[in-house]
């Protein structure tokens, strides 16, 4: 699908690293003078903070063993579907924050953990970019995917996801091991059946893989470094990605398959540079024309 108001979503899983492939496109866009309208997943949750502890709650003494921010009871799939399309057709929409911590929540006089009212879309931007946990998510009622001109899967392999997960958790919420293992494994039956079917809807993915050990990742003492691992980049469509131009700018990169090019974990803020710059062009030139 195109649109002349462009929808862009990266989608992973919470600790699969999408807040810094934000970041690369908010260079790119900051270099290519692109005024991208950031919407964030965790805004499209159905609950806040106290809520979602109180669902689960409820969810655990009906023996419920499953419910997660996955899964569609905990989000609002139908709002995020309407957001993509009612941009695509006519560059606006409606959305809100998520407040995090309390940095975020000061502005505007909440607790953390809480949203902001539902608001207008500042007008003219020039395309909406997200980044969470389902935007290419397809249920029975709801096709959000189809509705995004550019879909990026971030996934890495699922030990190092969890790997990232425990450590994030532990380290910037003071979980212990047996919470975030928990939580794990509350979210496995969500996982498979919201999340790991997005990423063959994407466009492009790209999987970190170790190339160190992280057979056991619940005692894992640290995370691998981006240079202790390999990028595979997945294109849906190879018709008319550069290849070649690709291999020799990445250096130590080779093709797997013919929709495939792997390469070294550190070059992926360059590939993603040398990837999507072009993609946002051809996007970009189909936006309606100013008088």
């Known amino acids: 699908m195109t649109t002349q108001h462009p929808v862009v979503a990266i989608t992973g899983s919470s600790g699969a690293g999408t807040t810094s492939v934000m970041r690369t ?11 991208a309208a950031f919407v964030e997943g965790d805004s499209f949750h159905r609950y806040d903070r106290m809520g979602m502890k109180e669902q689960m709650e409820k969810a655990l003494a009906c023996g419920d063993h ?27 929409g409606r959305v809100r924050r998520y407040l995090h911590d309390e940095g975020e929540a000061a502005p505007y006089r909440q607790e953390p953990g809480t949203f ?16 969470g946990l ?16 550019l879909l990026i899967g971030v996934v890495p392999v699922i030990n190092l996801e969890w790997t990232q997960k425990l450590h994030r958790d532990k380290a910037k919420r003071g979980y212990s091991t047996e919470a975030v293992t928990e939580t794990i494994l509350r979210r496995m039956h969500d996982y498979v059946t919201y999340m790991c079917p997005q ?18 990742p619940f005692i894992a003492r ?9 990028l595979v980049i997945r294109f849906k469509d190879p018709q008319g990605i550069d290849f070649p131009y690709l291999l020799s700018m990445l250096h130590d990169s ?9 390469c070294p974990g550190g070059k992926m803020d360059l590939a993603m540079q040398l990837i999507f710059t072009p993609m946002l062009w051809r ?8 008088p």
């Open 283 to 290: 996007l970009l030139e189909r936006r309606p024309k100013t």
């Open 254 to 262: 080779f093709m797997s398959r013919p929709n495939t090019i792997v």
């Open 222 to 230: 640290t995370i691998p470094a981006p240079d202790e691992s390999m």
């Open 199 to 216: 990423f063959s809807r994407t466009h492009v993915n790209f999987q970190r893989v170790p190339v160190v050990d992280t057979s056991n």
């Open 66 to 92: 499953t419910f997660s921010h996955f899964g569609p009871e905990a989000n609002l799939f139908e709002e995020l579907e309407s957001l993509f399309r009612e941009y695509g057709e006519t560059g606006g």
């Open 116 to 131: 902001t009212p539902w608001e207008d879309l500042a007008t003219g931007t020039d395309l909406l970019f997200y980044e």
């Open 134 to 149: 389902h935007g290419a998510v397809v249920t029975e009622g709801v096709d959000v995917a189809r509705h995004a001109d």
């Open 25 to 35: 496109f908010e260079q790119i866009f900051r270099r290519e003078k692109v005024n």
